[in-house]
């Protein structure tokens, strides 16, 4: 079945710092990625669309300047969270959607980011 | 908006039993609904999915029915199981593929 993975799968960084977080598809191809972000006992909000080759669309009230997405290839979009914050801490999550069964969408194993 | 709400948000059940999990969603107008499972700090994983066309779907000890002109989904699991334990999503598909995700409910089920 298809994959997708999650680097890291756990980061703690310093408050101030910034942090890349890649999702990939490991055996299809994705022109559109999503970002999704937990908190503790909370459900999954989607933050972006990413769309290979374009810019991400924003769910409102995500900060695009803070939460940089980039979709360079169809099988690779990174989240880049800077000037990171003890607030940010949160568990994020990607899905991709598999450019050949565009209504398939497949989730990674997530990210938990710790900002001390 | 479109919002999901799942009721109970935790449940506690002997080893054995049978369970429901409900799941409400206000805007009928969705292209399928999907239940999923979290464990504890990991991702999701996908255990049923019904397209906005079907009333139900089954798998294995599963059962997932839709009602989308009410708004409501249930997950029924068969004679649970301690490794049934963990947090069940489920999530509206809307026309764009964004999917909206509801609050969950925490299962255990006690030996």
């Known amino acids: 079945g298809a994959v997708v993975s999650q680097h890291p799968s756990r980061v703690i960084c310093k408050s101030g710092t910034s942090v890349k977080i890649e999702c990939r598809s490991l055996?299809?191809?994705?022109?559109?990625m999503f970002w999704y972000r937990q908190f503790p006992k909370q459900s999954l909000m989607l933050m972006a669309t990413?769309?290979?080759?374009?810019?991400?669309?924003?769910e409102q009230g995500v900060e695009k300047d803070k939460f940089l997405i980039n979709h360079a290839s169809l099988t690779l979009s990174t989240l880049t969270v800077t000037s990171a914050h003890p607030e940010d801490s949160s568990f994020y999550i990607c899905?991709?959607?598999?450019?050949?069964?565009?209504?398939?969408?497949?989730f990674g194993p997530g990210t938990r980011l710790t900002v001390t | 908006k479109q919002e999901v709400t799942q009721i109970p948000a935790a449940l506690s059940v002997p080893e054995g039993e049978n369970l429901v999990l409900n799941c409400s969603f206000t805007?009928?107008?969705?292209?399928?609904l999907q239940w999923f499972r979290q464990d504890p700090g990991k991702g999701l994983t996908s255990l049923l999915l019904?397209?906005?066309?079907?009333r139900e779907q089954t798998s294995g000890r599963l059962n997932a029915s839709l009602d989308k002109s009410s708004g409501r989904s249930t997950l029924y699991i068969a004679a649970s199981q301690p490794g049934d334990s963990a947090t069940y999503l489920c999530?509206?598909?809307?026309?764009?593929?964004?999917?909206?995700f509801g609050t969950g409910t925490s299962l255990t089920v006690i030996p």
């Open positions: 999530a509206v598909k809307i026309p764009g593929n964004q999917f909206y």
């Open positions: 990413s769309n290979e080759g374009s810019k991400a669309t924003y």
């Open positions: 899905s991709a959607r598999d450019r050949t069964r565009v209504h398939e969408q497949y």
């Open positions: 805007d009928s107008a969705i292209y399928n």
């Open positions: 055996d299809f191809q994705a022109t559109t």
């Open positions: 019904i397209q906005s066309s079907q």
